[in-house]
């Protein structure tokens, strides 16, 4: 499912507002709620859609009773529409050039006015679910289409039902709930395949940004950030960045430069000299002195000069050093994907040994300590058959999940990982889950092998 760039083609196929009083429709009352579609067969919709609504009804009915009170003028609401429909215009050129956040702002003020317009609402919607703000966004559409049954706003309401988004909505959810759990690489693993698949969604940039500016990696933050900037120009977050530098500026206080003492201590001597020689008027003494002083100064200048050698061949080292470390670095990281490999292929082995305990016990190395996707991966799924194949159904429906919910349809085992956890499900007695599953292997592989009739006759059953 690829919601920004669907969200994006219609914010550019939204209407603009006509900006003449004369055209302005002064509605007084609003019959909405005790027009309520009563062929909805599902009660819980219907309420839902009465309280939206009533609730829109009376915030709409509050705001007259003030006007009311300020001024008696048949023009007074037409006054405060027209001023809404210039908001929604000006959001909607400013989400056209990309500072959502401003464009936000002032759809919601537009609400503030004129609750119950339908292209405001609608904006609303677009806005807020290019947030990542599921709940708000569907309601803003659900409302719309209370007021008008438009087909915007029903298309909407269908995405968000269904199951597909179902299936998005688990993945965005473990992102989530992995940060809480501290296991950022999964998380970081969700994110960027969402990234990858949807780049126009504003939320997953900055919890990446906030993600790598917790686990210390300035260079992967300052690149979402970036990514951030050019979806949404004037996020807030930014605002926050440049008053954590405008601090600590401040803090940072400007070193003084040492003074260099040695002119101070040339002039000393050679006042002390003169007075010396203006009390001892000997010529021969003050010679003496002057060639004293020039040997010391001579003195001084060798030192310096070895001095200056000497930081040289510190710097030569420091960079010998700096050359071995990144060398060694190279090397660890090697061995480190070395390790992964020489493990991954003696858990396999052990797996088809038969010995599936000390395998499992391998794989969830790999996966708790291991630096590559590759390897982390097939630990994954690996983990999910074996324990499934010793009778573990609940650390298999856990590994099976987490491959998919970490993973994306062009991984290896992504659809099979959807069939084996249908199938399990279905063994175990839990068709409900099993047939989720098996919509969701087809909404987001439907080109699938598994998609058989197998599937298709458990998708059948009641």
Excluded: W
């Excluded at 990144?326 to 082995?349: C, G, H, R």
């Excluded at 099993?434 to 058989?452: C, H, I, Q, R």
């Amino acid at each position: 499912m690829i919601l920004g760039k669907i969200i994006k083609k219609d914010i550019k196929q939204m209407p603009r507002k006509i900006l003449d009083i004369s055209l302005v429709e002064d509605n007084k009352s609003d019959l909405t709620f005790f027009n309520i579609d009563e062929e909805e067969t599902n009660e819980t919709l219907k309420a839902l859609k009465q309280s939206y609504v009533t609730n829109n009804y009376k915030e709409e009915t509050i705001l007259n009773l003030q006007n009311t009170l300020k001024s008696n003028s048949e023009d007074t609401s037409k006054e405060l529409k027209l001023e809404s429909y210039k908001r929604y215009n000006n959001a909607l050129d400013l989400s056209l050039k990309g500072y959502l956040t401003s464009a936000y702002e002032l759809i919601e003020k537009a609400i503030e006015i004129n609750p119950k317009d339908v292209d405001i609402l609608n904006l609303k919607g677009l806005l807020t679910l290019l947030k990542c703000d599921f709940a708000k966004a569907f309601e803003s559409f659900y409302t719309a289409m209370c007021y008008g049954n438009n087909e915007l706003s029903r298309k909407y309401v269908d995405m968000l039902s269904s199951d597909e988004f179902k299936v998005f909505l688990g993945r965005y959810n473990h992102s989530i709930r992995f940060i809480n759990e501290e296991m950022n690489q999964e998380s970081i693993h969700i994110l960027e395949n969402m990234i990858d698949d949807d780049p126009d969604l504003i939320e997953p940039y900055i919890i990446l940004s906030l993600i790598y500016d917790k686990i210390g990696n300035v260079k992967k933050r300052e690149h979402y950030l970036s990514r951030l900037r050019e979806v949404d120009k004037d996020n807030p977050l930014f605002e926050n960045k440049k008053e954590d530098k405008e601090e600590k500026k401040e803090d940072i206080k400007p070193k003084k430069k040492s003074k260099n003492s040695k002119p101070f201590l040339i002039f000393g001597v050679c006042l002390l000299l003169a007075l010396g020689a203006y009390h001892m008027y000997s010529k021969n003494k003050i010679d003496k002195l002057n060639e004293k002083l020039s040997n010391h100064e001579q003195e001084l200048d060798k030192a310096d000069k070895k001095l200056n050698e000497k930081e040289q061949e510190i710097k030569e080292k420091e960079k010998e050093l700096d050359n071995a470390k990144s060398e060694n670095k190279k090397e660890d990281t090697q061995v480190i994907v070395s390790d992964e490999e020489t493990l991954y292929n003696k858990a396999v082995d052990e797996s088809k040994d038969k010995n599936y305990k000390e395998a499992i016990k391998n794989f969830e190395y790999i996966v708790s300590q291991g630096k590559s996707k590759k390897y982390i991966s097939e630990a994954v799924y690996q983990l999910a058959l074996l324990n499934e194949k010793i009778g573990n159904d609940d650390e298999a429906v856990k590994y099976y999940k987490k491959y998919i919910n970490t993973y994306t349809k062009n991984d290896q085992y992504y659809d099979d990982a959807f069939y084996q956890l249908g199938m399990l499900y279905y063994k175990m007695g839990d068709l409900k889950n099993a047939k989720n599953t098996f919509y969701g292997l087809k909404n987001e592989v439907p080109d699938s092998m598994y998609n058989n009739s197998k599937v298709n006759d458990i998708l059948k059953e009641k």
